[in-house]
C-alpha cells in the first residue's frame, strides 16, 4: 500500500513531491535583483521616506537596483478607474520588481491611510499573472515617539495576503526625528544597523528565491486542480 492510497480525496495525477532540482535551478537570473520601495506619508520631512530612502541606498550598495513609488496624486481606491496614471505607474512597477520594501509611520496604532492606498490599488491578479505572488518583502516603520510594531505587524498580514515571502527581520526606528540629519541621512544608531540587517537579509532572501518562485515556490496543489479543470471544461466545449 502507498501513501497516496491513505489519501482518497487526493488527485494523484495532480500531486506532486518537492523537486531539489527546481528548488535550486542550475541557471540562475543574473541581472542585478530588483526592489520597489514604498513609503507611507507625503509630508515634506517624511520620515519614512527618508528611512526608505536609506535602506535603497544600502540596498544599491549590496548590488540591487531599486526603485521608489511617489504616493503623492494616488487617488483613493474606487475613487478613480484602474487607468489612473499614478494607478499604471504603481502596478508597472510592482511588476518589474523582484522584492519590495514597505515603509510606514504608525498613526492612531496602525499604519497610515496613504500606505494601505498604495497596498490597495496593486491587485492579486492582473490576467493571468499575480504581480506579488512568490516576491520577497520587507516591513519597516517610523515612530514619533517610543518604539512601536503595530504598522509592521499590520504590513505582515498584508504581505501574506498578498502571497509575499515576507522575511523574519524587521525596522522600527522610534523617535525618528532625533534618527535624522538635516540633510535626511541617518544618523549612526542601532536603528541605522538594524534597517542595514534588514536589507541584507532581503537581499539573501531575494537571491535564494527569485528563480524558484515561479517554477516551485508558488506552485499550489489546488490551483494545478483548478487549472486541470478548466482545461477539461474547454475540451468539452470543443468537442460540441
Known amino acids: 500500500m502507498s501513501e497516496l492510497d491513505d489519501l482518497p480525496n487526493l488527485d494523484a495525477a495532480l500531486f506532486r513531491q518537492a523537486e531539489p532540482g527546481a528548488l535550486f535551478p542550475a541557471q540562475r537570473a543574473a541581472h542585478a535583483p530588483r526592489f520597489l520601495l514604498l513609503y507611507g506619508?507625503?509630508?515634506?520631512?517624511?520620515y519614512s521616506?527618508?528611512?526608505a530612502e536609506e535602506a535603497a541606498r544600502v540596498l544599491r550598495a549590496l548590488g540591487g537596483e531599486t526603485r521608489m513609488f511617489n504616493p503623492s496624486g494616488l487617488p483613493l481606491v474606487d475613487d478613480a478607474g484602474e487607468d489612473h496614471p499614478k494607478v499604471q505607474e504603481l502596478r508597472e512597477l510592482v511588476q518589474w520588481a523582484e522584492g519590495m520594501v514597505w515603509s510606514s509611520p504608525e498613526r492612531h496604532g496602525a499604519m497610515t491611510g496613504v500606505m494601505k492606498t498604495q497596498i490597495?490599488?496593486?491587485p492579486l491578479s492582473l490576467g493571468a499573472l499575480r504581480p506579488t505572488q512568490g516576491k520577497t518583502l520587507a516591513v519597516m516603520q517610523v515612530c514619533g515617539g517610543s518604539q512601536s510594531f503595530n504598522a509592521v505587524n499590520q504590513m505582515r498580514v498584508l504581505g501574506r495576503w498578498m502571497r509575499?515571502?515576507?522575511?523574519p527581520n524587521q525596522s522600527s526606528v522610534a523617535k525618528a526625528y532625533q534618527e535624522f540629519d538635516e540633510a535626511g541621512r541617518m544618523k549612526p544608531s542601532p536603528y541605522y544597523d538594524r534597517v542595514v540587517d534588514v536589507m541584507e537579509e532581503l537581499m539573501k532572501f531575494t537571491l535564494l528565491t527569485r528563480d524558484a518562485a515561479a517554477a516551485c515556490l508558488v506552485d499550489r496543489y489546488s490551483e494545478r486542480k483548478e487549472s486541470a479543470a478548466a482545461l477539461a471544461r474547454r475540451m468539452r466545449q470543443e468537442a460540441l
Open 41 to 46: 506619508s507625503l509630508r515634506e520631512r517624511s
Open 49 to 51: 521616506r527618508l528611512v
Open 120 to 122: 490597495d490599488w496593486i
Open 164 to 167: 509575499m515571502l515576507t522575511i
